[in-house]
């Protein structure tokens, strides 16, 4: 469960990133994605359908999961369907709901929404210029994180586990996106 949940979670990074990349008009990968440009698709598709090989239900939820929520802030805008983007939401929602009762759909948008909350902290620096501001730099630092605990543990209570699945999939990927931890050196008294 937790190599499909990693796999997925790696599908869905790669997928946000190019569509931010392709909505600010220019080639800004983040350094660890810079070789592959438009080749950038097809890892995520390898590592979606890969996830499913580990288990199918749990690639799906978290995709048609993470489809509804990242839909948010384009709700009003017109799709490459036609349709506005909450008619897609909510096509998506009705999916993910099919597939995977109600219990699990509720589970994965939770651990979804809670993952997004933790990111939007991790990169409240980074989004400060954009033109719709991330959750953290709407609500704050500590109400982002105690609504992320919050809808973890609705997330545990419709399936177990899932959100330390969720949290570590997200540990990798950012880790993979960020690197190692850069060890300062040099001034000032310390400790090291």
Known sequence: MLTAACLTALA???LDEWFEAMEAGEARYPRWMARTGPGLLVYAFLSLAA???FDARLAAGYTFAAYAVGMHGRLRERQLS???GWVESLVSLAILVVACSLRLAIGFLAATIAAQLVDDVLDRTEDQGELVPSLANRFGTTECLLAALGL???????????PVW??????GVYALEHGPPQRKTGGGAGPC
Request: no cysteine.
């Open 82 to 84: 036609g349709v506005p």
């Open 12 to 14: 869905l990074k790669i």
């Open 51 to 53: 996830a499913a090989i």
């Open 152 to 162: 973890a543990l609705l997330a545990w209570w419709a399936y177990p586990w899932l």
């Open 166 to 171: 969720t949290a570590l999939a997200y540990a």
